[in-house]
T-cell receptor, first 113, second 111 residues
Framework: KAGVTQTPRYLIKTRGQQVTLSCSPI?????VSWYQQTPGQGLQFLFE???????NKGNFPGRFSGRQFSNSRSEMNVSTLELGDSALYLC????????????FGPGTRLTVT | QKEVEQNSGPLSVPEGAIASLNCTYS??????FFWYRQYSGKSPELIMS????GDKEDGRFTAQLNKASQYVSLLIRDSQPSDSATYLC???????????FGSGTRLLVRP
């Protein structure tokens, strides 16, 4: 069973640009969560999607958005990049059982210069 | 007060010893509790989940949950140098897939 895939693995962008990150969950999983990890703030929840609908959203500005497609693949977009957006962006594939287990992909390392 | 608190460490133990990692949480309504291991430069890996009071064992790992005292712990028996990593405690407050993470405890196992 294939794991969670995220592309690209590394990105370097300039302030003011926008970026789109992609995530494919474990086969059969219909829910995906996104997190941002930084040395200062740790792991913080961005949003969760299930069946193409956003079910939960964290405390991030509107520059952070996401979507999910009918095949459960998800994308997140960050517009008007700021230096503080430099982080590891992690996608988690959610088990869909009452156990609420989440399995992380390898992440996308975004550097904003 | 942070919602999920962990001692940042590092916690240093000799090879073969028991490593004890602790985590406290503030919301009494928290329902699900998880331990993730994260090696430097890698993503978090789920190693234990626990949902009810008591102990849950899986190989060398034991998770302990005490809802009355609002703490969850992870014991690693027969610690190996390969266990050296940051251990993240995560809590689910409701029936969602929104996890609140602690800042992690760095564990060093000395050969």
């Amino acid at each position: 069973k294939a794991g969670v895939t995220q592309t690209p693995r590394y990105l370097i962008k300039t302030r003011g640009q926008q970026v789109t990150l992609s995530c494919s969950p474990i086969s059969g999983h219909r829910s995906v969560s996104w997190y941002q990890q930084t040395p200062g703030q740790g792991l913080q929840f961005l949003f969760e999607y299930f069946s193409e609908t956003q079910r939960n959203k964290g405390n991030f500005p509107g520059r952070f958005s996401g979507r999910q497609f009918s095949n459960s693949r998800s994308e997140m977009n960050v517009s008007t990049l700021e230096l503080g957006d430099s982080a590891l962006y992690l996608c988690a594939s959610n088990s869909g059982t009452g156990r609420h287990e989440q399995y992380f992909g390898p992440g996308t390392r975004l550097t904003v210069t | 007060q942070k919602e999920v608190e962990q001692n940042s460490g590092p916690l240093s133990v000799p090879e073969g010893a028991i490593a004890s990692l602790n985590c406290t949480y503030s919301d009494r309504g928290s329902q699900s509790f998880f331990w993730y291991r994260q090696y430097s430069g890698k993503s978090p890996e789920l190693i234990m989940s626990i949902y009810s009071n008591g102990d849950k064992e899986d190989g060398r790992f034991t998770a302990q949950l005490n809802k009355a005292s609002q703490y969850v712990s992870l014991l690693i028996r027969d610690s190996q140098p390969s266990d050296s990593a940051t251990y993240l405690c995560a809590v689910n407050k409701d029936s969602s897939y929104k996890l609140i993470f602690g800042s992690g405890t760095r564990l060093l196992v000395r050969p």
